[in-house]
């Protein structure tokens, strides 16, 4: 299993989030690997975006979206759900990340689902998506670029990929910087 290089993410933002589509999540928890094929992504930038949680500058919440390309930035919103993102920035850009928004279950992940949803899909948002994984503040700056309890790994080439608006923002609506594998 062949896990993108640092360089996979040290591009612009909106192009590591299409290039991530097909790649694999990989977790492993309490000895059970659990993996998921990523389907959908948002890009997020940093002052070009009033969207991104870097627009404003650095807080301690997304701090490390200014730093080490290829590191996990996992956020709690809503007072109760986890989002998982991954940064990805060029030279150029001082911020940047890519928010995972669904995956389909590869393997092992019946385990967890069962646990906490009694259903096999987690397709349906980022919230859900983090918790079918496990994947909380504890994951926060975890290097995605090493094998360890989270990574990333290469995964299926997408026959085609769509591209929309971001789903649940009020600022840079027009923007196209979601991509969907629509297989």
Not at 29 to 50: C, K, L, M, N
Not at 95 to 121: E, F
Request: one cysteine or more; charged letters at 20%; hydrophobic letters at 40%.
């Amino acid at each position: 299993m062949s896990i993108p290089h640092r360089r996979f993410y040290s591009r612009d933002t909106v192009t590591v989030a299409k290039a991530l589509l097909g790649k694999k999540i990989v977790r492993i928890i309490r000895g059970v690997e659990v993996s998921a094929i990523i389907t959908e992504t948002e890009a997020y930038g940093h002052t070009d975006d009033p969207a991104s949680h870097a627009f404003g500058g650095k807080t301690a919440r997304n701090q490390i979206m200014f730093g080490q390309v290829g590191c996990a930035y996992v956020y709690f919103t809503y007072g109760m759900h986890y989002c998982f993102n991954i940064v990805a920035k060029s030279s150029r850009q001082n911020a940047g990340a890519v928010l995972i928004r669904a995956a389909t279950p590869k393997s092992g992940i019946d385990i967890m689902l069962s646990n906490r949803y009694g259903r096999k899909n987690i397709s349906d948002g980022p919230a859900k998506l983090a918790q079918a994984m496990d994947i909380t503040k504890e994951q926060y700056g975890t290097d995605l670029t090493v094998k360890s309890s989270l990574y990333i790994a290469d995964g299926v080439k997408p026959r085609k990929i769509l591209s929309g608006t971001r789903v649940g923002i009020s600022k840079a609506t027009d923007v196209f910087w979601n991509f969907k594998i629509d297989d």
